[in-house]
Structures are given as structure tokens and as C-alpha cells.
């Protein structure tokens, strides 16, 4: 089973410019999540979807950041403009189905990241 | 917000010795993970704890749950070089819709 794909695996921009990264969950897998993991912390969530729809967007700085997933599948997320601070390995995963107390269906699979380097 | 401490952050250890780290979180939680990073490479899930006392073992890693300590523990039996890593234990709240909590993660160094 394919798991799940991220690209670029690094970028490297210039603050104040703006970058996007594209995640490809394993198939049939309807929920979606972004993390952002900072080095020496662990990951932190950043958005959740389920199919195309947004569950959780609490932490996403949304004054810069944005993310979609337009036909339940594929998902981007974007920083629009980039800051010093956002220099973070950027964690996409995906599980088969979303919360539901008591289940082991909501395991999450993470792909291999983006590294992003704002200079 | 649910807050998730491991300790320690850093451990170096000869191989063929034990050791344990420690997960602790501050409020309930409705399962628990552990999880193993590479350097450079994604987070690769090692255990699922669902209830009070779970002990889980594979190999020479074995977890387990407290609930009401809010406490999780994994212990490294006589380690080998394989088992440098970090590893991260993160915690899951079904009122925030599965939403993962991890720790810091531990840099575990294992030598000769």
C-alpha cells in the first residue's frame, strides 16, 4: 500500500515571498491533516479536514497561511508571505476515517515532510 | 490546552542497558501514542494505548498506560544501536476531534 506522498521535500525561500506544498494521502483515506513541527519540538496540528471540509483550523495563523483540499483527496497548503519563524518541516497526514471514540481507525500516517528554510 | 512533558529530552546510553522515558500529560486523554523519528525522515507509529494499564511490547520496546497518573512509559531493554532515534509520545482528546498532542521527543543515542 502507497503511503502517503509530500513535495517538494525541501524548499528554500526568502521572507516576505511565498510557497506552497502539496500532500497526497493513501487512497481512501478521508481525513487530512497539516502538521508543523519546528525543530527540537514535536509536531504541532495545524489544520484537519474531513473528505473537503475543515474540522479544525484553530491553529492555523490564518493571516498568512491557507490550505484547501478541493476534491476530498489532494491537499495544498500555502504561506503567503513567509516569515523567519515558519522555517519548520511541514507534516502531512492521513487516516481512514475521522474521531470516533473507542476506534483504531483514526491512526494517523504521516508522509516524509516538507523541509522549509526561510532565509 | 492538553500539555504533553517528556523526559528526558536527551539520553545517551551504552548498548545492552536499560531505560526508561517518561510521558506525562496534563489533562484526559482518550488514547496515547508512541511514535519513532529518524533523522530526516516522517514519524513512524509504534504503539496505541487505549486504556488503563495497556502494556504493549514489541521487540525490545515495551509501553505502557497509567490513566490516572497520566503517565506512559517506554522502556528500552538492553538496547542496541538500531534504537537511536527520537521518539515522541503524543496524546489524543476526542473532544477535540482526534486532534494529536505530542511531546518534545526524546533524542535517544545508543553506543557502543
Known amino acids: 500500500e502507497a503511503g502517503v506522498a509530500q513535495s517538494p521535500r525541501y524548499k528554500i525561500i526568502e521572507k516576505r515571498q511565498s510557497v506552497a506544498f502539496w500532500c497526497n494521502p493513501i487512497s481512501g483515506h478521508a481525513t487530512l491533516y497539516w502538521y508543523q513541527q519546528i525543530l527540537g519540538q514535536g509536531p504541532k496540528l495545524l489544520i484537519q479536514?474531513?473528505?473537503?471540509?475543515?474540522?479544525?483550523d484553530s491553529q492555523l495563523p490564518k493571516d498568512r497561511f491557507s490550505a484547501e483540499r478541493l476534491k476530498g483527496v489532494d491537499s495544498t497548503l500555502k504561506i503567503q508571505p513567509a516569515k523567519l519563524e515558519d522555517s519548520a518541516v511541514y507534516l502531512c497526514?492521513?487516516?481512514?476515517?475521522?474521531?470516533?471514540?473507542?476506534?483504531?481507525?483514526?491512526?494517523?500516517?504521516f508522509g516524509p515532510g516538507t523541509r522549509l528554510t526561510v532565509l | 490546552e492538553l500539555k504533553v512533558e517528556q523526559n528526558p529530552l536527551f539520553l545517551s546510553m551504552q548498548e545492552g542497558k536499560n531505560y526508561t522515558i517518561y510521558c506525562n500529560y496534563s489533562t484526559t486523554s482518550d488514547r496515547l501514542y508512541w511514535y519513532r523519528q529518524d533523522p530526516g525522515k516522517s514519524l513512524e507509529s509504534l504503539f496505541v494505548l487505549l486504556s488503563n494499564g495497556a502494556v504493549k511490547q514489541e521487540g525490545r520496546l515495551m509501553a505502557s498506560l497509567d490513566t490516572k497518573a497520566r503517565l506512559s512509559t517506554l522502556h528500552i531493554t538492553a538496547a542496541v544501536h538500531d534504537l537511536s532515534a527520537t521518539y515522541f509520545c503524543a496524546v489524543v482528546r476526542g473532544s477535540t476531534l482526534g486532534r494529536l498532542y505530542f511531546g518534545r521527543g526524546t533524542q535517544l543515542t545508543v553506543w557502543p
Open positions: 479536514f474531513q473528505n473537503n471540509g475543515v474540522v479544525d
Open positions: 497526514a492521513s487516516s481512514l476515517k475521522g474521531w470516533t471514540s473507542g476506534s483504531g481507525d483514526n491512526e494517523q500516517f
